[in-house]
């Protein structure tokens, strides 16, 4: 039987053996509610701080700055509605690439779509400009899910604080919050909040080989924020229901495997992401390699074939055990060409033409020039 070749990490990863492991209690020995007083719940709920400081060492922040949620959408979701409903009269600004759960909530308030240049960095000039005195929010990806553009995060940052010193001069006492998603970034990029300048970041347990449907939204102390699930109050106060104990453990362990080993893997797929592009500029030298070639998340391969159909090529790579996709795995079921590639200047008829392969752990030598004989094969059809 032909091994799969699995090239779309960035929609879903498979769970580390290691981070099931650290699970497995919690399903059926310490599945106690966190939130009962007897001894064994206490136990369960000094194991869930002990995940939470985990995460915050990451990130150089607080225990109780990690607000724990069910995935990326709800942590974006609560740092966008909570911060919007916070200050009713103000403004947020989301660049024109962000993931569908900053952009959707987005639409539900006054606000400004920032542009990116052909590179799909954010053009911070532009940005800045958007800026105004009602503006309470800025939310940027770290880096994008379908062309892994990083994103000059640190500048839009020092950008922000000189904005905020102005408004404290002009006696202007509104916040000016920067937010960050970094679910596609958490593997290979260095997390801490502080370095970055940021007061809300966005983390995907399903993202970095942990279980899904867990995240975490780190947000800094001085922050107001609205929180959006009512209830118990478990979180602080930010995020009400049962804790998913399992989860979050897993989720803990998932995030220090990721940040342990990040640089050594980036090493290993970066030559790995070299060889891709050097194989199709040989066998198919009419391919246009989308996103920035040096602010780059080094499992990201995203390119237009001029000529052909998106759909067509991903069947027949599916027909060779291949795996890679046409855009964000979250819009899949969207006819509309993306709008990253809209925002990036390719037409409606080169998005369609555009196919994105994501390596991970799994991915080997052998796989990605299996996948380049696959794809020339697949265009020679035509």
Same mark, same amino acid.
């Given at each position: 039987?032909?091994?799969?070749?699995?090239?779309?990490?960035?929609?879903?990863?498979?769970? *580390?053996?290691?981070?099931?492991?650290?699970?497995?209690?919690?399903?059926?020995?310490?599945?106690?509610?966190?939130?009962?007083?007897?001894?064994?719940? /206490?136990? $369960?709920?000094?194991?869930?701080?002990?995940?939470?400081?985990?995460?915050?060492?990451?990130?150089?922040?607080?225990?109780?700055?990690?607000?724990?949620?069910?995935?990326?959408?709800?942590?974006?979701?609560?740092?966008?509605? @909570?911060?919007?409903?916070?200050?009713?009269?103000?403004?947020?600004?989301?660049?024109?690439?962000? &993931?569908? =759960?900053?952009?959707?909530?987005?639409?539900?308030?006054?606000?400004?779509?920032?542009?990116?240049? $052909?590179?799909?960095?954010?053009?911070?000039?532009?940005?800045?400009?958007?800026?105004?005195?009602?503006?309470?929010?800025?939310?940027?990806?770290?880096?994008?899910?379908?062309?892994?553009?990083?994103?000059?995060?640190?500048?839009?940052?020092?950008?922000?604080?000189?904005?905020?010193?102005?408004?404290?001069?002009?006696?202007?006492?509104?916040?000016?919050?920067?937010?960050?998603?970094?679910?596609?970034?958490?593997?290979?990029?260095?997390?801490? $909040?502080?370095?970055?300048?940021?007061?809300?970041?966005?983390?995907?347990? @399903?993202?970095?080989?942990?279980?899904?449907?867990?995240?975490?939204?780190?947000?800094?102390?001085?922050?107001?924020?609205?929180?959006?699930?009512?209830?118990?109050?478990?979180?602080?106060?930010?995020?009400?229901?049962?804790?998913?104990?399992?989860?979050?453990?897993?989720?803990? *362990?998932?995030?220090?495997?990721?940040?342990?080993? /990040?640089?050594?893997?980036?090493?290993?797929?970066?030559?790995?992401?070299?060889?891709?592009?050097?194989?199709?500029?040989?066998?198919?030298?009419?391919?246009?390699?989308?996103?920035?070639?040096?602010?780059?998340?080094?499992?990201?391969?995203?390119?237009?074939?001029?000529?052909?159909?998106?759909?067509?090529?991903?069947? /027949?790579?599916?027909? &060779?055990?291949?795996?890679?996709?046409? @855009?964000?795995?979250?819009?899949?079921?969207?006819? *509309?060409?993306?709008?990253?590639?809209?925002?990036?200047?390719?037409?409606?008829?080169?998005?369609?033409?555009?196919?994105?392969?994501?390596? @991970?752990?799994?991915?080997?030598? =052998?796989?990605?020039?299996?996948?380049?004989?696959?794809?020339?094969?697949?265009?020679?059809?035509?």
């Amino acid at each position: 039987m032909t091994k799969n070749i699995y090239l779309d990490y960035a929609a879903a990863t498979p769970i *580390e053996p290691q981070v099931l492991k650290s699970m497995a209690p919690y399903f059926d020995q310490k599945f106690y509610n966190a939130s009962a007083q007897y001894s064994a719940a /206490r136990q $369960v709920a000094a194991d869930l701080m002990v995940a939470r400081a985990k995460v915050a060492n990451w990130l150089g922040a607080r225990p109780s700055e990690v607000i724990f949620t069910a995935g990326g959408t709800e942590a974006n979701n609560l740092a966008l509605h @909570g911060i919007m409903q916070a200050f009713p009269d103000s403004n947020l600004i989301v660049s024109a690439i962000e &993931h569908e =759960s900053v952009l959707e909530p987005a639409k539900h308030y006054s606000h400004q779509i920032a542009p990116v240049k $052909v590179d799909g960095q954010v053009d911070i000039v532009k940005l800045v400009k958007l800026i105004n005195d009602q503006t309470v929010l800025v939310s940027i990806m770290y880096a994008n899910n379908e062309i892994g553009t990083i994103e000059p995060i640190k500048q839009i940052a020092n950008e922000i604080k000189g904005l905020v010193k102005q408004r404290q001069k002009a006696g202007n006492s509104r916040p000016l919050y920067f937010h960050v998603d970094a679910c596609q970034a958490a593997n290979y990029l260095d997390l801490h $909040v502080k370095g970055l300048g940021v007061d809300m970041m966005t983390i995907n347990s @399903g993202k970095i080989y942990g279980p899904k449907q867990c995240g975490a939204l780190f947000i800094k102390a001085s922050t107001i924020i609205e929180p959006q699930i009512l209830g118990g109050g478990q979180e602080f106060n930010r995020r009400s229901g049962t804790e998913n104990v399992a989860a979050v453990v897993g989720f803990a *362990e998932a995030l220090n495997l990721a940040q342990t080993g /990040r640089q050594t893997e980036a090493r290993r797929l970066k030559k790995l992401q070299d060889i891709f592009f050097e194989k199709l500029s040989q066998r198919l030298p009419t391919t246009q390699i989308n996103g920035s070639l040096k602010q780059r998340l080094p499992n990201n391969v995203h390119l237009t074939i001029p000529g052909q159909d998106n759909e067509t090529l991903m069947m /027949r790579l599916d027909d &060779h055990g291949i795996q890679c996709a046409v @855009g964000s795995a979250c819009s899949a079921s969207n006819d *509309e060409p993306s709008h990253v590639l809209k925002s990036i200047g390719l037409s409606d008829k080169a998005a369609r033409a555009s196919l994105r392969f994501t390596m @991970g752990r799994h991915t080997t030598e =052998s796989d990605i020039i299996k996948t380049v004989d696959a794809l020339v094969a697949s265009c020679q059809l035509d």
